[in-house]
């Protein structure tokens, strides 16, 4: 089996076929995005040094409406990542039925190596670069790995200074101050939250009491874990690149929280080097264990939350967790996924269980489109509302049509959804 995320995708897509109604030359057609620009970003760094980046902005599909989807800055991105990734978010607005293609950017770049004047350089570079491809109503962009409310001010600030004119509604995740929602920064872990929640009602379990394992306490995974957390869950571990940390009993995830907000690594909190408060004591005790470790906690849910293909063949047989919930993109091979179906171990996708995010970035470009800005109570009803009727909308797919997995449901609904807008449209003009 491959390591290429495209290739991860078109087999999920290949998985779904013989049980989708879509047609078979409208299905070839849906394997090709419809364009991927690479784009050279030479760079003056504080240091004094001139670097050149690459970056590229991947244009899935635009049947269904503009183009949408993150940008992510990270050291391992390459052309095949960003073309899988917009392909995730083809099927995912498809799912939650929001009217947008898919799209998504990635820059090669370690964001811990630069400068905030390097990576305002390096944003602003990158947007002047794609500017021809994004905008309103074309290609509307918003955060993911690396990426944050800050990148999007930059990017809106680039592209309105060449229009002329203040355009927020041309990212969405923005601060606030400029036409952010409220709501957004916290969309993806409310999602996965949300979906868990409902997971557990659909497999008639209790969710309060159930030990939970989070892979990555970035953006999604942190929020993830202080929403399960405040749900009554247990969160026993999460992990950043420099390792995991486990408590059987429960970790402190409010402390964990200020640690890393206050800069800290999951290394030296479970070293004792605690960054969250000023005695510098930390608020729990709990054991270094390593990210592989993670993956195999013997734990009732699983929460991929960091980068995809962590779930492979080589692993998926001494995992221990009951179900899965995937909130990072594309966390699981094909192969580990037949595995699981096997095992009868839930998994609940990615292009489901992230969805919150891209959900509250409609709901940011609706406002701005509107020049009207809602309460947070209002985004966090909607988004319960949509995220709850994309995953009843699986389940009964799932059930109606004795599906293998809950992925293939997503994704029959999805690809059906897209393929009708091709046809309606077109497919050959
Ligand atoms: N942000 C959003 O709204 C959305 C994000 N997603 C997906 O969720 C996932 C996480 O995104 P987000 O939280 O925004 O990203 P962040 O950059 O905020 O956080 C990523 C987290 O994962 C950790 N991490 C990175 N690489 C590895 C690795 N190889 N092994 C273990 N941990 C790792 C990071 O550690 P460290 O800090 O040490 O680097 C960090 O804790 C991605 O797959 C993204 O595509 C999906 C939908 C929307
Ligand atoms: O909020 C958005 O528009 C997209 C977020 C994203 O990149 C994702 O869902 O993977």
Redesign the pocket.
């Known amino acids: 089996m491959t390591d290429d995320p495209f290739e991860n995708m078109l087999a999920q897509m290949d998985r779904a076929e013989e049980y989708a109604d879509v047609d078979h030359s409208i299905f070839e057609r849906l394997k090709h995005p419809e364009r991927t620009l690479k784009v050279t970003l030479p760079v003056e760094l504080d240091s004094g040094e001139v670097e050149v980046f690459e970056g590229y902005r991947c244009q899935f599909d635009s049947a269904r409406g503009p183009f949408k989807g993150?940008v992510?800055f990270h050291p391992s991105v390459t052309q095949r990542e960003v073309e899988a990734l917009a392909g995730w978010m083809t099927w995912k607005t498809a799912l939650v039925d929001l009217p947008y293609g898919g799209a998504k950017g990635g820059v090669i770049c370690e964001p811990k190596e630069l400068t905030q004047n390097d990576l305002e350089s390096l944003t602003r570079r990158y947007t002047e670069g794609i500017r021809r491809m994004i905008g309103p109503e074309t290609d509307v962009p918003a955060?993911?790995?690396?990426t944050n409310p800050q990148t999007m001010a930059w990017m809106m600030d680039t592209y309105s200074m060449y229009e002329g004119h203040s355009i927020p509604q041309v990212v969405t995740g923005k601060p606030l101050e400029i036409g952010g929602t409220p709501g957004r920064v916290e969309?993806?872990g409310r999602g996965v939250s949300l979906v868990t929640e409902r997971l557990f009602e659909y497999l008639d379990r209790d969710l309060s009491d159930a030990s939970i394992a989070i892979?990555?306490?970035?953006?999604?995974?942190s929020n993830a874990a202080r929403l399960l957390d405040e749900s009554g869950a247990n969160v026993v571990a999460t992990?950043?690149?420099?390792g995991a940390a486990y408590d059987p009993d429960g970790l402190d995830v409010a402390a964990l929280g200020a640690h890393v907000d206050a800069g800290g690594?999951i290394e030296e909190y479970v070293a004792g080097e605690y960054r969250g408060n000023a005695d510098g004591s930390s608020w729990d005790d709990p054991d270094a264990i390593t990210?592989a470790e993670l993956l195999t906690l013997d734990v009732d849910v699983l929460i991929p939350?960091?980068?995809?293909g962590v779930i492979t063949a080589d692993n998926v047989d001494d995992l221990r967790a009951s179900a899965i919930v995937e909130?990072?993109?594309g966390p699981t091979t094909v192969a580990a996924d037949k595995a699981l179906t096997e095992r009868d171990i839930q998994v609940v996708p990615d292009i489901l269980a992230?969805a919150g995010?891209v959900i509250v970035s409609y709901l940011e470009w609706v406002q701005n489109a509107q020049e009207f800005s809602w309460p947070l109570e209002t985004v966090n009803a909607e988004l319960e509302r949509r995220i709850g009727d994309a995953f009843d909308k699986t389940i009964e797919q799932y059930d109606a049509k004795q599906l293998p997995d809950l992925r293939t449901a997503a994704y029959t609904l999805a690809l059906e959804r897209t393929a009708k807008a091709h046809e309606y449209r077109g497919l050959f003009p």
Do not use: H, K, Y
């Open positions: 993150g992510r955060p993911d790995m690396n969309a993806t892979q990555g306490f970035g953006n999604v995974g992990s950043d690149v420099s690594l990210n939350a960091a980068v995809e909130a990072a993109n992230n995010g």
